[in-house]
């Protein structure tokens, strides 16, 4: 059993697609163990997204995640993290398979609708970085 980060950005959120979002996890059979929503500030940005520290991109990104508030959610399942993945669809929905949700969601590389982690490691230190041991269900 795995446990994964999943954000919905904002591109989504101002489009109300939360609950689509979250309905379309659910339905591959992903349990919800952690559901919040909250405003990132820049600080929590720049840890989020250091590895992308120094790319052309890096200050956009930040703008943009710190814009509106965003839902953060914990899934657990089996290969959760990448079952998330392909739940997603590649990062720029152009590319994304038909049917993922960056493809029927995503309006561009940058507005993709949602995060979600791309490794065990990773994963680990994203849900603490969002989370609470206490705010994480068994149930
Ligand atoms: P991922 O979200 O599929 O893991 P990453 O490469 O980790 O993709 O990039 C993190 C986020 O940064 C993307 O989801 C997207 O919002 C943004 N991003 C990635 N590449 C670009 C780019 O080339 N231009 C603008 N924004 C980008
Ligand atoms: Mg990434």
């Known amino acids: 059993m795995e446990r994964s980060l999943v954000l ?4 989504a959120m101002k489009r109300n697609l939360a609950g689509a979002i979250l309905a379309r996890f659910e339905q591959k059979g992903l349990k919800t163990v952690g559901l919040k929503m909250l405003h990132m500030d820049e600080a ?9 520290e120094g790319k052309p991109f890096f ?13 953060a959610i914990v899934f657990e399942g089996d290969n959760a993290i990448e079952l998330i993945r392909k739940t997603m669809g590649s990062t720029d929905p152009k590319k994304a ?8 969601f995503g309006l561009d590389i940058q507005n993709n609708a949602t995060h979600g982690s791309d490794s065990p490691e990773n994963a680990a230190k994203e849900i603490k970085l969002f989370f609470k041991d206490k705010e994480i269900f068994n149930y």
Request: charged share 30%.
């Open 8 to 11: 919905i950005k904002p591109d």
């Open 44 to 52: 929590l940005a720049k840890r989020h997204y250091a590895v992308h």
């Open 59 to 71: 200050n956009d990104l930040v703008k943009y995640i710190t814009s509106t508030p965003i839902v």
């Open 97 to 104: 398979d038909k049917g993922t949700i960056r493809a029927d």
